[in-house]
C-alpha cells in the first residue's frame, strides 16, 4: 500500500479518444500533483493543487484538464491527445504546499500511469 | 535557469560495494532542500534522503549519505553496500517557489543503477 494509488496502470487511447487518470491518496495530505515522465527528459511538474485550489499550471495544453473534487482524489482529463503526449504520468501528494520552504514537505508518489496515444 | 544536471546516464556496481552518483544543479535562491529519489521498476518514486541547504552537515540515511557541497551546487549520493535492490533510476531534485505560490521539485533526467551479483 503505497498511501497514493494510480488507475489505470496502462492506457492505450487514439488521438479522438477521450479518458481520464485518476489519482487517490489516503495520506490525509492537503496538496495533490500532476508530473509527466517522459523517456530521457526530466519529470516535468503540470499542475499542483493544495485544498483543491489548483495553485500552479504550468503551461500545460487546454487538451489535458485536472479536476480535484477534493483533496484525497485528482483526475486528470485526457482529450485529443497527440502521439507526442505518451509518456507516464505521476501523481504525488503532499501535506500541502507553502508559500515558504518547508523541507517537510515531501512528496509522496502514485506508481504512475502509463499512456500511449496512437 | 533552473536545472538539475546528473551527468551519468548509468552506472554499475558490485554487490556489497560503494557507488558514488553525481548530481550539480542551478539555482540562484540561498534557501532550497535537496532530495534523492529513487525509482525501481514498479516506477514508484520513493525518497531516498533530502538535505537541508543551510545545514552544513551532510545528511545520512542508514547505507545512503550525500557529499553536498553548496558553493560548487555539488549534491552526491553515496551508497555503501550496495544490495540487489538499490537497483533502479536515481533522481536528484531541489525544490523552490513558484510564481503561484507553490513549492516546486525541480528533477534531473536521471542515473540508471545496475547492481551485479
Known amino acids: 500500500e503505497t498511501g497514493v494509488t494510480q488507475t489505470p496502470r496502462h492506457l492505450v487511447m487514439g488521438m479522438t479518444n477521450k479518458k481520464s487518470l485518476k489519482c487517490e491518496q489516503h495520506?490525509?495530505?492537503?496538496?495533490m500533483y500532476w508530473y509527466k515522465q517522459s523517456a530521457k527528459k526530466p519529470l516535468e511538474l503540470m499542475f499542483v493543487?493544495?485544498?483543491?485550489?489548483?495553485?500552479e499550471n504550468n503551461s500545460v495544453p487546454s487538451r489535458f484538464s485536472p479536476e480535484c473534487p477534493n483533496s484525497s482524489h485528482l483526475f486528470l482529463h485526457l482529450h485529443t491527445l497527440q502521439p507526442e503526449d505518451s509518456a507516464l504520468y505521476l501523481c504525488a501528494s503532499s501535506q500541502e504546499t507553502l508559500s515558504s520552504l518547508s523541507g517537510a514537505n515531501v512528496l509522496t508518489f502514485g506508481a504512475g500511469s502509463r499512456l500511449t496515444v496512437l | 535557469a533552473q536545472t538539475v544536471t546528473q551527468s551519468q546516464p548509468e552506472m554499475s556496481v558490485q554487490e556489497a560495494e560503494t557507488v558514488t552518483l553525481s548530481c550539480t544543479y542551478d539555482t540562484s535562491e540561498s534557501d532550497y532542500y535537496l532530495f534523492w529519489y529513487k525509482q525501481p521498476p514498479s516506477r514508484q518514486m520513493i525518497l531516498v534522503i533530502r538535505q537541508e541547504a543551510y545545514k552544513q552537515q551532510n545528511a545520512t540515511e542508514n547505507r545512503f549519505s550525500v557529499n553536498f557541497q553548496k558553493a560548487a551546487k555539488s549534491f552526491s549520493l553515496k551508497i555503501s553496500d550496495s544490495q540487489l535492490g538499490d537497483a533502479a533510476m536515481y533522481f536528484c531534485?531541489?525544490?523552490?517557489?513558484?510564481?503561484?505560490?507553490?513549492?516546486?521539485?525541480?528533477f534531473g533526467k536521471g542515473t540508471k543503477l545496475t547492481v551485479n551479483p
Open positions: 531534485a531541489y525544490t523552490l517557489i513558484t510564481q503561484g505560490g507553490s513549492e516546486k521539485l525541480v
Open positions: 493543487y493544495n485544498f483543491k485550489e489548483q495553485t
Open positions: 495520506l490525509g495530505h492537503n496538496a
